[in-house]
């Protein structure tokens, strides 16, 4: 996407999949930028499905914000978000937001937190942005035209051998499924150069599609926490497995690693 986001977002009525992508990363930015402005005061107010799942004032008053600018660019378009965002709207475009991916590292003032906005047509993904608050960058893609940092173009490495690779994953907040993953990482961690776990689903698929990291796999995600990190792994060259309905799936990684590292994962 030659365009990161600091140009002025197109007008309401141009719902190409570019202007999509433009708006999600504008969006992205500013509510960015207001996270940015809270680290260090996050307080919890609730919890979720389990008692380690917070939700901080900081993700209600980012998911108010980013619901007010999508609603201005896109008045027609639905919106869902994790906080329990829903509005209905009347055209084929559904935004799919998190408007603090890594809401732990925030709690705990861990530097790995991003904005997270996808937009989808049709049951699929044809734009996204995903911010990483603390380094202040902006990955974007739109379908088909390839993943980009700041405006410049990013591809997966170019890992071929598992042995020399960097996975990255993430953990469920419910106990007798952190089993079932312990087990995987027990047969991972020998077979890979290493595994970091940062706290983030959209940035480490952000970060599988411009090669910090080789591959990514986790089960038990949701539609947020993975819609546009997925598309900036595809579009960034990596094979990519979701599942997002029933176990949550998700596996990103270049071509050829993708095999080997689906069947020690699912083994």
Known sequence: M??????????????????????????????AASVRGKLGTAHQVRTKATPTDAVTSADLETEDLIRAELR?????????????????????????????????????????VAVSIAAVRRDRVVAAAVADVIRSEIFTAYRGNGAYLDGRPVHVSTASDLSNSLIATGFSYSAERRRQEAEVVKRLLPAARDIRCFGSAALHLAWVACGRVDAYWQSETKPWDVAAGALLAEEGGAVVELESAGDGWVLAAPP???????????A
Not at 20 to 29: C, N, P, S, W
Not at 256 to 266: D, N, Q, Y
Request: proline residues 9%; glycine residues 8%; without cysteine.
């Open 2 to 31: 030659p365009d990161d986001g600091t140009t002025s977002a197109p007008s309401r009525d141009s719902l190409e999949d570019s202007a999509l992508g433009q708006i999600a990363a504008e969006v992205a930015r500013r509510a």
């Open 72 to 112: 201005l660019a896109t008045p027609t378009a639905s919106l869902r978000g994790e906080e329990g965002l829903t509005v209905e709207g009347t055209s084929d475009i559904e935004w799919v937001i998190d408007p603090i991916d890594g809401t732990i590292n925030f709690l705990y003032n861990l530097p790995v």
């Open 256 to 266: 050829p690693l993708f095999g080997p590292l689906r069947e020690l994962v699912s």
